[in-house]
């Protein structure tokens, strides 16, 4: 089965996750960004989301998850949570 392992952001509007997706793109560090943005609890771990399976995140995560190229930040992806930025870090 196949597994990926992940890392967010979270946050309430589409353009504060544009904002913060160019902070990246211009050298700011991903997970400095979460831990001092994102609302998920993740975000103190610097959106890291450990590993997980096709089905255990909603479905535009998944989407998302299981098809991006590997560390390259993606997003905004809309979800019932918010927006967010997503980076996929391994798959397999």
């Keep these: 089965m196949a597994k990926a392992s992940a890392r967010h952001i979270l946050v309430d509007s589409e353009q504060k996750c544009v904002e913060l997706k160019d902070q990246i793109e211009n050298g ?7 831990r001092e ?16 399976g096709p089905g255990q995140m909603v479905r535009e ?8 190229p590997l560390n390259e930040v993606q997003g905004p992806v809309k979800t019932q949570f918010g927006y967010h930025l997503l980076e996929v870090t391994e798959r397999g």
Excluded: M, R, Y
């Design 28 to 34: 700011s560090d991903f997970a400095a960004v979460a």
């Design 37 to 52: 943005h994102s609302t998920c609890p993740s975000g103190q771990k610097g959106g890291d989301l450990g590993s997980f």
């Design 61 to 68: 995560f998944d989407e998302v998850v299981f098809s991006a």
